[in-house]
Every structure is written in structure tokens, then in C-alpha cells.
């Protein structure tokens, strides 16, 4: 298959860091990040080059969170589509300005230079901080965020008029204070397999499900995982391994993972939803896990990250047969280069005797 002009041509309101560009000259824009840039325009500038070649294909990395990072290729028209499926979804128009603060080496960073260059939009990109907005003085009408960077520049989010936050789970803690925001604030729902989110919930509005956006169907599997069937992001039906409650054709609740699930004498306990409940008393990072036991085949385990200490925990909300048996600190845990934790690599750094 050639490539189509869709592929090549930016729209005509497209521009990077306020200037616009042509094919030639956003390829010899490139070709200088990679000469002179820093590692973040590098990166950029890779992507930029391999969007206008010929060919019909991109190769992008997953994020490794669950299993070992791979290479996956998505078609260029697929990247379209799903520019095209966010500009419907969040009402974005050409010449609408936007901020790219995430590290251009993940999708997510990839697929807004490629919304502005589809969309139209003039795009910004700035060095990836945990304080993204600290220097920021004037408003956007979109960007992206991690909640970890939207934690931290809270009080000047409102500089950003719809943000999406992606890459990990929004805490209650963060969903509460986003309430009635005045900025449109949304959780997104996606993988690097449908080219970004392929489903959001808007968190000023109080949601609590994700609702997908257009051309994208759904239904679970008889675990309760979440099948996505995207046409126009992937030529396969996609099976995944997050366990979702559909509360309409076009809708969900995520409840976890299903390689966390832990099953403790017969008895499912997802530990997100523990987490959930817990993570208002605990101030560290801590997720729930599972260790073999003789008797409940799994038992739940507390594992926090940091020095040992006393910790007084109420349970009081939690149903007697879900309590952490057991609490283990780990000095620090194992995560992806995009920060997120690794549960089982990180268990197995306390090498603990199996009953």
C-alpha cells in the first residue's frame, strides 16, 4: 500500500512550538532535534521522520507494566482515525492550541503531535516535568497529563481547558478534589495497542464510567475482561486482561486487572478495589497483592513502599475475608520507565519462603 496524502500533509492550521511547517521543512526540523536536541526532541524528531516516510506502518513499545515490553506496528491510518475519534469526542477544532508535556519516547506523546498535525491544532511541547505547568503562563484549550503531574500543578490546571489524564488510575483523592473543576477534566482508558484511549469519563461531571468513543464496540469475555472491537485502530479484535462491569453497549466500570485478581478461599477480591478503600490511610505507595497459602490456596498481603514502621490500619470497611494477612515494606518498588509499578517484580525483590 503507497502512501496516502494523509499521511504527509499537515493541516493547514497545523503548527509546532508557533511556527507551521510543510512536509520538507517539518522533516528538516526534525533532522535538527536529532542533531542538536535534547533527548525528549530527539525522540520527537525520530517520530516526526518516520511519519512522513513512506511507509504505511509505525513501530511503538509497549509500556511492559504487566509483562516484558514489545514492539507492536500500527498502521499510520490507524493514528488518523484515532486523532480524528479525539477531536469528535472532546469537540476540538482547528487553530485550537494545545500542550504536549509528556515524554515523546510513549504513544501518548506521539499521538498529540499527531492530533495537531491531523486536527489542526497549534501544538507546544515542553521538557516532560513532574511540574509541567510551573512555567506556563498562558491557557491552553487542550493537553495531557499523568496524574502524578496533575497532583503536583493542581492549583494551575486551570490553565488547561479540557485535560486528559492517562498513563495510570486516578485515586479517589484526586477524582474528589476535580470535582466541579472548572477545567473539563477527564480519566482516559487505553493501551498502546489502540493507538492511545479508546474510552474516557469526565471527572468534573462526578462519572463513574468510561464511555467509549465513536466507531469502537465492546463486551467481556466469561472472566469479565473487556474485548475491544476498534475497526478502524486495529485490524484484530483486541482481548484484554482488564475486568470491566458493562453497564451499557457503549459503556464500563474498570475494576482490574485480571492478572491481579486473587482468589483467597474461593472468594475473587480485586486489589484495586482494596487499594481504593485503603489508600486514604496510607500515605506511601502500596498496592495488594497475593502469597500462596496452605490453607486459603491465596491469602492477601499489604506491600508498602519504604522503611518498616507501625502502622495502625482500620479495616473496619473491608469484609473479614479480604483483610491483608500480611504487611511487607519494600525500600523502593520496581516500576516501568513510565513510572508505573510492577507488582510481581516487585514481590519477588523480598524473596519470601512460599508455605
Known sequence: MSTTAKHINPHDFFQLNNKNYSFET???????????GTENEYNLGLFILKWVDENEHIDLKTSGTTSEPKFITISKTAFVNSAKATGSFFNLSHGDSALCCLPFSYVAAK?????????????????????????ITKVYDFSAMVPLQVHNCFLKI????????????????????????????????????TVSHI???????EEEDFKVLPDISIATNDNGCLIINAPKLSSKV????DVVSLTSKNSFVWLG???????????????????????????????ITSMPDTVLGQKVVLIIEGK???????????EPQKHPKNTYFVDKFCTTNSGKVQRQKTLETLNLDHP
Open 111 to 135: 499521538m498529540m503531535f499527531v492530533r495537531a498535525w491531523v486536527l489542526g491544532l497549534k501544538l507546544d511541547f515542553i521538557e516532560p516535568s513532574s511540574q509541567p505547568l510551573q512555567h
Open 238 to 241: 483486541l482481548h484484554t486482561k
Open 26 to 36: 517539518i522533516s528538516n526540523y526534525a533532522q535538527n532535534l536529532i542533531k542538536t
Open 199 to 205: 474510552a474516557a469519563k469526565n471527572l468534573t461531571k
Open 158 to 193: 486551570n490553565k488547561i481547558k479540557t485535560l486528559l489524564i492517562g498513563g495510570a488510575h486516578v485515586s479517589d483523592s484526586l477524582a474528589t478534589k476535580l470535582k466541579n473543576h472548572r477545567s473539563a477534566v477527564f480519566e482516559t482508558f487505553g493501551m498502546t495497542e
Open 257 to 287: 486487572r485480571y492478572d491481579n485478581v486473587i482468589n483467597s478461599g474461593g472468594l475473587k477480591i480485586y486489589p484495586e478495589q482494596l487499594e481504593k478503600i485503603m489508600q486514604n490511610q496510607i500515605k506511601s505507595r502500596f498496592f
Open 308 to 318: 518498616p514502621k507501625t502502622l495502625h490500619l482500620n479495616y473496619s470497611t473491608i
